[in-house]
């Protein structure tokens, strides 16, 4: 047996008894809601109408300079920055694990397996119960939790998570909630 990234592994028992690790698979990958993005949006459309009203108002002088201004200032704070921030934080669920990345200038990566097994918390307010979103929290009792904010279809990011778990503790060896033992769990003799 060959192994083209470490060479020969001879005939190694272990690697017998071992199946083959199944792959990495991306199953989801989510941002917070899109409803974060209503104020900026307004945002826009308030800047662009009052620096057009204030540019037609001051047509020369430095009052339209000032007016032009403030206006990229305000667009820069007030539609760009949460804009750029809305899509810096990103949550990617993999059939191993769940990977939470956020940051613009300094970026932060936290991962949490599905197979050391995690307690899942569901956090809904009112308006994130209208839109059908909420805020889930991953604890593995080691660590701080694993916030992931305003997850969009949260019920089904919960149910997936939910089964991914079950798939991995089974894999490792465990056994599953109906009993069936896992695939890589010693033969029983």
Request: aromatic share 8%; glycine share 10%; charged share 20%.
């Amino acid at each position: 047996m060959v192994d083209s990234t470490r060479g020969y592994l001879g005939d190694d028992p272990a690697l017998q008894m071992n199946p083959v690790v199944p792959t990495e698979r991306v199953v989801a990958r989510v941002r917070r809601h899109g409803r974060v993005l209503i104020l900026p949006a307004l945002f826009l459309i308030l800047i662009a109408g009052l620096s057009a009203y204030g540019v037609g108002l001051y047509p020369e002088g430095w009052e339209m300079w000032s007016i032009l201004g403030g206006a990229v200032v305000a667009f820069l704070l007030l539609v760009l920055w949460p804009f750029m921030n809305w899509l810096n934080r990103r949550t990617t669920i993999t059939t191993r694990r769940v990977i939470v990345r956020k940051g613009f200038f300094v970026r932060e990566r936290r991962e949490i397996f599905h197979s050391r097994g995690y307690e899942i918390t569901v956090r809904r307010g009112a308006l994130q119960a209208l839109t059908g979103s909420a805020t889930i929290l991953l604890t593995s009792g080691v660590e701080r939790p694993l916030v992931i904010k305003s997850v969009p279809g949260a019920t089904l990011i919960v149910d997936t998570l939910h089964h991914l778990i079950e798939k991995n503790q089974v894999l490792i060896g465990g056994t599953s909630a109906l009993g069936a033992t896992g695939l890589m769990a010693p033969p029983r003799r």
